[in-house]
């Protein structure tokens, strides 16, 4: 059973697991992405933190949602130690439910394209490809996507 709830950044909990991706995306890109993300982005409003735990209450994913625009939520740090399947599908279907009740009506994202399991695995949820945006224009390494959130 997996379970997602609100969370501290800043916690023990939050800063091992942003670690662990900072480390495995290192060793599939050659790059950590810390650059682009700011735990005290987190701070400002419109933004979520979120872990998911397992039966035990141990930690094994996380992930945040913060405003690129007043209608278009950014999909940050998102990961799953891949101990429990479906931990990733938890995570991203809380934060788009939140993100949808927030008023958002679009989520978007980067990654890489060397990174093939997170690109499947946005695909494989609905996200669509879309011009590289913001900081990663021009980036050739960056894939970034887009999902519609609007209620329906």
Not at 105 to 112: A, D, G, P
């Amino acid at each position: 059973m997996i379970t997602v709830e609100v969370a501290d950044p800043r916690s023990t909990e939050s800063l091992f697991l942003i670690e662990r991706l900072s480390l495995e995306l290192t060793t599939i890109t050659g790059d950590s992405g810390k650059s682009h993300f700011n735990v005290d982005s987190m701070d400002a409003s419109g933004c979520l933190w979120v872990l998911a735990r397992d039966e035990y209450r141990r930690p094994v994913g996380c992930g945040a949602i913060r405003p690129l625009t007043p209608n278009i939520g950014e999909l940050k740090r998102m990961f799953s130690d891949r101990s429990i399947p479906g931990s990733g599908s938890a995570l991203l279907n809380y934060l788009e439910t939140w993100a949808k009740n927030k008023g958002y009506s679009e989520i978007w994202l980067e990654t890489r394209h060397i990174n093939f399991r997170a690109v499947r695995f946005y695909k494989n949820n609905g996200f669509k490809r879309i011009d590289n945006y913001g900081p990663y224009v021009g980036r050739e390494e960056a894939a970034c996507f887009a999902k519609s959130i609007k209620f329906t």
